[in-house]
């Protein structure tokens, strides 16, 4: 997929960043008639942001938040109004089991998202999860499970491309492979509001507002306290004679037998591996998004190799692909999305913090609707960037 030419220098909007849910802003906001200007230094669906890996998880029973769940419903029909768009299957629904002791985040957590939006959890003790799910029975005693029905897996690179594609079609202006230099915000601007300048390697774009929704590079430009952090992503195939598929291990969040640890991921797609990853809470040091380590070192698999070792008798631990990604981790592990002023010029989307992309069609909808002065179509008030100390434009 090629830029396309700079054409005029004037829009309503700009969005700055087309990962996740900088795409779906754009696609948004273009949907609404609106003249916007999408950027990207990249191609949609490149790999040197957060947004790549295969595939990712969807969950409607979040544990992180039960505020999510008004967000994943919306995301869900997004996705599947894309599907209809591009002809492309986006979001596979498999089900999923969150497996843990009583009391712990996994099984409180999605309690709580179930108990406030009356959501169909189905919840199983060991001998029920063993019978169920053989391929997850090594369990702690204790352990219980909470069966969510409508979780799943997104693709998250074809995701992203028709999300592009369907804002090109409905009027957007997409430029690639050009970097963001600054973001300059007027008291009044010149064409008839206040208004930004993008500052770009080939002609600045101004425009009435911007949504900045730059994944990894977003404190960059933001000043966010968005710490962005290298990850390792890994699959892993099944052991000789053993069914590893995600029919057999659907989407799961789980503890580790044996350890204070949990992980998660699912088994293998059609002519895929099996994807395990594990859960990790902080600290975080700061990575340079522009130099992210690209490779895989000694040791640097052992931990994840240990833990599916002790959980899934019918993976081989050792793992069978690997890659590099980078989380944006907010001090909060919440999301910031919203107005970083009374103003509404700059508008924020991001702060993945490891479990954004299920609502990323959502969370650009709401990114359009802030920048449009609209109602949210759900309360967005714990995602407010305003609810940390600083936030600066220059």
Do not use: N
């Not at 369990?139 to 028709?162: C, F, H, Q, S, T």
């Amino acid at each position: 997929m090629q830029g396309d030419a700079v054409g005029e220098r004037v829009a309503d909007v700009v969005v700055v960043g087309l990962g996740a849910i900088g795409s779906s802003a754009a696609w948004r906001l273009a949907a609404r008639g609106l003249d916007v200007v999408g950027i990207d230094q990249h191609e949609p669906g490149h790999p040197w942001g957060g947004s790549h890996g295969r595939s990712r998880l969807f969950r409607v029973a979040c544990l992180e938040h039960p505020g999510l769940t008004p967000i994943a419903r919306r995301a869900r029909d997004l996705w599947r109004e894309l599907e209809s768009l591009s002809g492309e299957q986006l979001l596979l629904e498999t089900g999923g089991i969150m497996i843990g002791q009583p009391g712990s985040r996994i099984i409180e957590g999605t309690l709580a998202a179930a108990h406030e939006h009356d959501l169909p959890v189905e919840r199983l003790d060991a001998a029920a999860i063993a019978e169920r799910l053989p391929a997850l029975a090594r369990l702690d005693p204790g352990d219980v499970g909470l069966w969510d029905p409508e979780a799943g897996v997104l693709r998250p690179e074809a995701a992203i491309v028709a999300a592009v594609d369907a804002a090109r079609a409905a009027g957007a202006r997409i430029r690639t492979g050009e970097r963001v230099l600054g973001i300059e915000v007027d008291d009044v601007g010149d064409i008839g509001h206040a208004a930004v300048t993008v500052r770009l390697e080939r002609g600045d774009v101004r425009a009435r507002r911007v949504v900045i929704a730059a994944g990894p590079w977003l404190s960059q430009l933001t000043g966010l306290p968005v710490r962005p952090h290298r990850v390792v992503m890994s699959w892993f195939g099944a052991r000789e004679g053993a069914d590893a598929s995600i029919e057999r291990i659907p989407v799961f969040i789980r503890s580790v037998p044996g350890t204070a640890e949990w992980i998660w991921g699912h088994g293998a797609l059609p002519g895929d591996l099996a994807k395990v990853g594990p859960e990790f809470d902080g600290p975080f040091d700061d990575d340079d998004p522009d130099a992210i380590d690209r490779e895989i070192h000694a040791g640097e698999t052992d931990h994840i190799r240990d833990l599916v070792a002790a959980a899934f008798p019918d993976l081989e631990p050792e793992p069978a692909d690997l890659t590099t990604c980078i989380m944006a981790h907010t001090p909060d592990g919440q999301f910031v999305v919203g107005p970083t002023d009374a103003s509404g010029r700059v508008v924020v989307a991001g702060g993945c913090s490891g479990h954004s992309f299920k609502h990323a069609s959502a969370l650009g909808e709401l990114a359009a609707q802030f920048a449009t002065d609209e109602a949210p179509f759900t309360d967005a008030a714990f995602l407010d960037p305003r609810r940390f100390p600083k936030v600066s434009t220059g």
